[in-house]
């Protein structure tokens, strides 16, 4: 059965780093679409990033230039490196993979991670 599972989240200081993973189980991954939301205290999910799977990168703006998105379709792993952390950072980050392939639809989620950076 097709899953993400995320990893790599913890507490980190203003100004830290932190690389977050997202396993995908299944080869359809390859086909889709990934990328990172998150979704903080109160607030609702918001788009991090997402890449192709041919590696067109997108970013919401307040992540461009820290964050940067990748994938590794011979490891099936999506990856977010985060460098520059802000206490506004903190959030639940979540894998997402989606798309159309093979004429159906997919939408799948990971568990999500959490990210601290205290203020």
């Known amino acids: 059965q097709a899953q993400l599972v995320e990893s790599g989240g913890g507490l980190v200081q203003t100004g830290g780093s932190l690389r977050l993973s997202c396993a995908a189980s299944g080869s359809i991954f390859n086909f889709l679409v990934m990328g990172w939301y998150r979704q903080a205290p109160g607030k609702q999910r918001e788009l991090v990033a997402t890449i192709t799977s041919d590696g067109r990168t997108n970013y919401a703006d307040s992540m461009q230039g820290r964050f940067t998105i990748s994938r590794d379709s011979t490891k099936n792993t999506l990856y977010l490196q985060m460098n520059s952390l802000k206490p506004e950072d903190t959030a639940v980050y979540y894998c997402?993979?989606?798309?159309?392939?093979?004429?159906?639809?997919?939408?799948?989620w990971g568990q999500g991670t959490q990210v601290t950076i205290p203020g």
């Open positions: 997402n993979a989606g798309g159309t392939a093979f004429a159906r639809l997919y939408d799948y």
